[in-house]
């Protein structure tokens, strides 16, 4: 081929380095950028996938504003200077009658979503709701609520992993799963999996336990239980860097295995077991956090207990335990600035959830809000590649909260559940055409 044009994935978080091979003016083929320490030379099958993105024949390539019902599906090709004053006017109008507050912006991680972001605060909007509370909130929360920040797993040279629902062999292939699968394959680390499901992951594990869904704080209480009943941690790094250990000595008295086994379907004699050789592999055994399938209301809990879990046997910032992640510094976007939005958040985050990441939002107790139109009304919608009708619980209260609105926007690269109920919808660029024709 002759040229070469280094790029970044967006198709997922991990934003791994690729190379896209470029002939007469079309994207060929796409290779894993070696010079990444991330990504490592390697770009998994959906990474592989983005050049029948850009070439998919329903992708958005013009501006559609609604021309029947919401919902009907008819739409009027527009220019973009149309929908962008049809935009204008519609958020305008809302904003005379109810206030910069009136508006709701939503969306999704990516390297663009900083300008949509801004364009939402420079407009005067307290309400940018993001995926996070959707997503890996409760994870993310829970682990700088107990180490400050929110630390990478060293799987490739760990021995001894915990995972719990968390099917990395099949759902995402990420630089995480390879690291596993090499500690499996060439160090035999041992892979306990616990995961109501049959999955992929759990083919491949040392031993595998359907817990009962929900349970697995539970489980991981009786670890911790185990684990210093039998003095099994590690004695130095709880002295010299934890505060509260005597009291979580006192919380998990009554979490036994055999109180664990009633509630998780797993015999207790496994729960010690794991336990011990959890504790015997450290500082090189982690129970890893990832992503799930399935969220439940103590999950914030459930991932506080693992980080505690991790801490107590001594594997932070540990070979084949817990690494401190570090920003690299890269600058920063010049903008204008803008006065702070007068009027308090939709979700009254800061009153009913003080730890919860207030530039994201909870996605739920927005949409409850919105329904009941307090504390104000909110009459306009822009959403920037997310889709919150397929992905927001009881997908009928979200249908309701869509049609309660006067106006809504989306961008994205095709049309989505929610797109298809929008007002005008515009084509967002794809990742392998931003910078290049």
């Not at 809302?94 to 364009?119: C, I, R, Y």
């Not at 927005?366 to 329904?371: A, G, K, M, S, T």
Request: contains cysteine; hydrophobic residues 40%.
């Amino acid at each position: 081929f002759p040229a070469g044009i280094p790029t970044t994935c967006e198709l997922c978080p991990n934003k791994c380095s690729v190379v896209a091979m470029v002939e007469g003016g079309r994207i060929r083929k796409l290779n894993p950028n070696p010079e990444n320490p991330k990504s490592r030379d390697m770009l998994c099958a959906r990474g592989n996938a983005a050049i029948q993105q850009v070439y998919d024949p329903d992708r958005l390539k013009q501006p559609l504003i609604r021309a029947g019902a919401r919902g009907e599906g008819k739409w009027r090709p527009v220019s973009w200077e149309e929908a962008w004053d049809y935009t204008a006017k519609k958020l305008n109008e809302v904003k005379e009658k109810h206030g910069p507050q009136g508006t709701l912006w939503a969306s999704t991680e990516g390297f663009q979503e900083v300008f949509f972001k801004n364009l939402g605060s420079a407009f005067g909007s307290p309400n940018i709701i993001r995926h996070p509370s959707l997503c890996l909130a409760s994870m993310n929360l829970a682990y700088s609520m107990t180490f400050g920040t929110v630390p990478s797993f060293d799987l490739l040279n760990a021995d001894y992993v915990i995972m719990a629902g968390a099917n990395r062999f099949e759902s995402i292939i990420t630089p995480d799963t390879m690291d596993l699968i090499g500690g499996l394959m060439e160090r035999k680390a041992k892979l306990i999996y616990l995961d109501p499901r049959f999955t992929v992951t759990a083919s491949k594990a040392d031993e595998r336990y359907p817990i009962a869904p929900g349970t697995d704080l539970a489980f991981i209480l009786a670890l911790i239980h185990v684990i210093i009943r039998e003095e099994r941690y590690d004695r130095d790094f709880v002295d010299g860097f934890t505060l509260g250990f005597e009291q979580l000595v006192e919380h998990v008295k009554p979490y036994t295995p055999e109180w664990a086994e009633q509630e998780t379907g797993i015999r207790a004699v496994d729960i010690i077991r794991i336990a011990r050789n959890f504790a015997a592999a450290a500082p090189r055994a982690v129970f890893y956090a990832g992503r799930r399938s399935s969220w439940y209301q103590n999950d914030f809990q459930m991932r506080r207990a693992q980080a505690i879990l991790n801490a107590i046997v001594g594997n932070w910032d540990r070979q084949g335990g817990m690494v401190p992640n570090q920003k690299v510094p890269k600058g920063e976007f010049l903008f204008m600035p803008w006065d702070e939005p007068k009027a308090p958040r939709v979700d009254e985050i800061e009153k009913n959830f003080p730890l919860a990441a207030k530039g994201d939002g909870v996605y739920l107790p927005l949409r409850e809000n919105v329904l009941s139109g307090k504390p104000y009304p909110v009459k306009a919608w822009m959403i920037y590649k997310q889709d919150p009708l397929h992905a927001v619980p009881d997908q009928g209260k979200t249908l309701k909260m869509i049609e309660q609105m006067d106006f809504v926007a989306v961008i994205d690269i095709a049309m989505s559940d929610t797109a298809w109920y929008a007002d005008v919808v515009f084509p967002e660029s794809h990742y392998l055409k931003h910078t290049n024709p």
